[in-house]
């Protein structure tokens, strides 16, 4: 079966993604940063646990300072309806982790070394690093390993923004700009490919991170929003639990990642985390 799922999704390179592909995703962020800034407002679902009821709420922070990775995925509608994506596939996933003892500012200096996440975040960030940064602005550069039966790397950049909400509370916007696959990544023969000539597996990623620090730590939550190819059709059913598994378990050893780092006070740019 492996090998199956391997020759479907590294099947020959896909054509460039039609308009409407991008059309599609730019309307749903559209609509789901909507959602984001009502979640930001005062009186808003800060964390997405804020919007359940109290007994699952308090029951899921339970879990959370029990060392629960919570992973959720997510789907924006548009008037009720689900927003067509002809070509494409868009991913919507919500993770969320508590780190004890980390504060506010711990956390937001491990997320913004980015020069740094090689080694933060390996074996999923090959390499990274920040092009410029001009307050809480940072333009960055960063190559992604993924395996889904298949191994792809992805050179990428991303425009991220930064927002202290409070002395509590900070949240950031990162939006890709640029992904490419590699072609023969490490080799001397080693190429980006052209837009069209990928094979269509990650074409855009938005990242929504939002930072609580309260009950003696820091929660942390990212909200991911991909556009990839559609599956090809007939293949569904052997492709799509690999093609899913993939953006949630990412999301999930990206939030456990920063856990391990801060809460064992690994050493990160010369310095200690514990001692930010």
């Not at 992973?71 to 919500?94: F, N, Y």
């Not at 080694?119 to 333009?139: C, N, Q, Y």
């Amino acid at each position: 079966m492996a090998a199956a799922i391997a020759g479907v999704m590294s099947a020959s390179a896909v054509d460039s993604p039609h308009a409407a592909a991008y059309q599609a995703f730019d309307r749903y962020i559209q609509l789901t940063e909507e959602r984001v800034s009502r979640d930001l407002s005062p009186g808003g679902a800060f964390l997405n646990v804020d919007s359940l009821s109290k007994n699952d709420r308090d029951t899921a922070y339970a879990k959370l300072r029990g060392g629960d990775v919570r992973i959720e995925a997510l789907s924006t509608l548009d008037r009720g309806e689900k927003t067509a994506c002809p070509g494409c596939m868009i991913q919507h996933w919500v993770g969320a982790i508590f780190i004890p003892g980390a504060t506010l500012n711990q956390t937001l200096q491990l997320m913004q070394d980015y020069d740094h996440q090689s080694e933060i975040f390996a074996p999923d960030v090959m390499r990274a690093k920040i092009l410029s940064h001009s307050g809480d602005d940072f333009t960055v550069f960063m190559r992604f390993h993924r395996t889904m039966v298949v191994t792809v790397v992805l050179d990428t950049e991303h425009l991220i923004h930064y927002q202290h909400i409070d002395v509590t509370h900070a949240a950031s916007r990162a939006v890709s700009t640029r992904v490419q696959e590699v072609e023969h990544a490490g080799a001397a023969s080693e190429r980006d490919l052209a837009e069209g000539k990928d094979n269509g597996y990650l074409w855009r990623i938005n990242n929504y991170w939002r930072f609580a620090q309260r009950d003696g730590g820091t929660y942390v939550q990212c909200e991911s929003v991909s556009l990839s190819r559609d599956i090809p059709a007939g293949f569904a059913w052997l492709v799509a639990p690999f093609a899913e598994s993939v953006p949630r378990e990412s999301l999930r050893f990206t939030l456990e990642a920063a856990r391990k780092h801060l809460s064992s006070g690994v050493s990160i740019g010369g310095n200690s985390a514990a001692n930010h």
